[in-house]
């Protein structure tokens, strides 16, 4: 039984310059207590699926498709009906820290709110959770840090912040949208280390959006791999890393300078991302692929398989 | 080993700062970005400079490129000392180092041509070519950077990021410079686009003959594209040394620190990262001794007292009073 069902997603914005396809009918799951990554470069949709599910899109987006959430539809939802889902529910973790929170409230007051409106506790009991839910997140000397105001933190501190806001209603799934990416690497280090400790003993569902492929390594238990809007590739962590099935995996791959081997040449992907304002035809890969064919420019491929599913025409045998 | 085309050595740069003051009329406080940094590159070599932001790895490149003025040091270009203050030395200094800026899109003019931003420098500072020499030295170079002459007059915005940087790399390359410096120069960029970016660096570099110092927060490119790397904390020097052994061995704390915690795409390594205690010390506010003494798990009374000096030894150099 999965906890949050994705299905044929498509969003569509209307622009000045025509409409974007930002997504196109992309489907997954998620299972409890699943540590699932999102890897995709910038523009390939990877934030907007996960605003989708928080009924957070820009107001010119087109939505179509099922976000089926505890036997209901979270795209057909009132806001009334979204806001006790979200926090309570479904929480998220933006990437900047910074404008993710208020500056002029006390973080106190921005974490007592959530539990204040999501379980009806009073100022005491609420303080108290919050001054817990810091101390869960490692802010040393909560007590008296709960008074201060966002611009007294660092940088880390206000994403651990923002990270105890997310886990103050104990949600069954969080959405990490790039939550280390404006981090330092130490910093960074400690954060999904925090995320992971807090992962496991709460067993929350985690969906973690990110362009680092290094931090997924260390986290997910599966990849997603999205590209010009379509879902590419999804495997178990472990296989895609030691066994990518997709051309634009193994790309990906090759790209990314490995601290502990520096030997040869990296291998750049030629080419630039795709132009998203025509809809989809075509496998969008295929104008970058080195194993594309005369097919590959006429046919979209279909996600399919089982542990490892793959959109991809050509087999796996066929590949450079 | 040939010799050092720069040396720097004991670069300070501080700013001013109305920060913390009690008055409007009491004295301006001084930032200390960087504290003291020495540095040789030699012809044909690549310095990677690594660190956490603000630690004043991007203030030590724009102060040897004379975009802010240093306040202490010197700087040594092909065995000629820069002086800062006259407008002349830094022209020169222009026609041999150039910069390569973190924004691409950003550093590009929006109201100029591709063609024009690119042939302002040519016209600068090739003097010696004749005006069709110098529009084939534009074409030659847009052309050698991958952007296609009938893109020759669009504007910037009409560019990916990627394409942008590549334009700023081929108006840096127009005064054939003989050091680039770069400023975090692909970490605006996707990881695919990076190593596009990364690998027409090197190719120039071979082509050309060029120096670089690549300054980077991201230790996997540095470690790729650098022969040495330079290690920054608080604007001070930490540990320097060949790049391969550097990684492998890293003696100070403080890079041990950071190396471990570097994210591995590799899901059967498990990355144990060692993590700091302690809180960063005050730019306005330096502690005596050692920089890094706050937040070192090796610290003793030593740390507070003195300042390690950078030692050498075996191609390494550590400020370190416990180095391994």
Known sequence: ?320 | MSEPILTVEDLKVTFDTRQGRKWPWSPMKKVHAVNGVSLSLERGRTLGVVGESGCGKSTLIRAIAGLVTPTGGTVTLEGRAVDYGSRADVLALRHKVQMIFQDPVASLNPRMTVREIVSEPTRRFRGDLDPEAQDKLVHDLLDRVGIAQRNFNRYPHEFSGGQCQRIGIARALAVNPKILLCDEPVSALDVSIQAQVVNLLRELQAEMGLSLIFVAHDLGVVRHISDDILVMYMGGMMEKGESDALVRTPRHPYTQALLSSVPVPDPNVIVEPQVLEGDLPSPLNLPEGCLFQSRCPKRQDACKATKPALLAAGGREVACHFAE
Do not use: W
Request: charged letters at 20%.
């Open chain 1, 1 to 320: 039984m999965s906890l949050l069902s994705v299905q044929d997603l498509a969003i569509r914005f209307s622009t000045g310059d025509g409409t974007v396809h930002a997504v196109n009918n992309v489907s997954f799951d998620i299972a409890p207590g699943e540590k699932v990554a999102l890897v995709g470069e910038s523009g390939s949709g990877k934030s907007q699926i996960a605003l989708s599910i928080m009924g957070l899109l820009a107001k010119n987006a087109q939505v179509s498709g099922r976000i089926l959430h505890e036997g209901r539809d979270l795209l057909t939802l009132s806001q009334d009906a979204l806001n006790k889902v979200r926090a309570k529910k479904i929480a998220m973790i933006f990437q900047d820290p910074m404008s993710a929170l208020n500056p002029y409230m006390r973080v106190g007051r921005q974490l007592t709110e959530i539990v204040e409106l999501h379980e009806g506790l009073g100022r005491a009991d609420a303080r108290k959770r919050a001054i817990e839910a810091m101390e869960a997140v490692q802010i040393p000397d909560a007590k008296n840090r709960i008074d201060a105001y966002p611009h007294e933190f660092s940088g880390g501190m206000r994403q651990r912040i923002v990270i105890a806001m997310a886990l103050i209603c104990k949600p069954g799934l969080i959405l990490a949208d790039e939550p280390t990416t404006a981090l330092d690497v130490t910093v960074q280090a400690q954060i999904m280390r925090l995320l992971d400790e807090i992962q496991s003993e709460l067993n929350t569902a985690v969906l973690l959006i990110t362009h680092d492929l290094g931090v997924v390594a260390g986290f997910c238990d599966r990849s997603m791999v999205l590209y010009g809007g379509r879902m590419m590739e999804t495997a178990p962590t472990k296989d895609l890393f030691a066994a990518p099935s997709h051309p634009y995996t193994r790309g990906l791959l090759r790209a990314v300078p490995n601290i502990n081997d520096a030997a040869g040449e990296l291998r750049a992907i030629p080419g630039s991302p795709p132009n998203q304002l025509r809809p989809l035809t075509h496998c969008p890969f295929a104008a970058r692929c080195v194993d594309a064919v005369e097919q590959c420019r006429s046919t979209l491929p279909e996600l399919t398989g089982e542990a490892t599913k793959r959109a991809c025409l050509r087999p796996v045998e066929a590949l450079s």
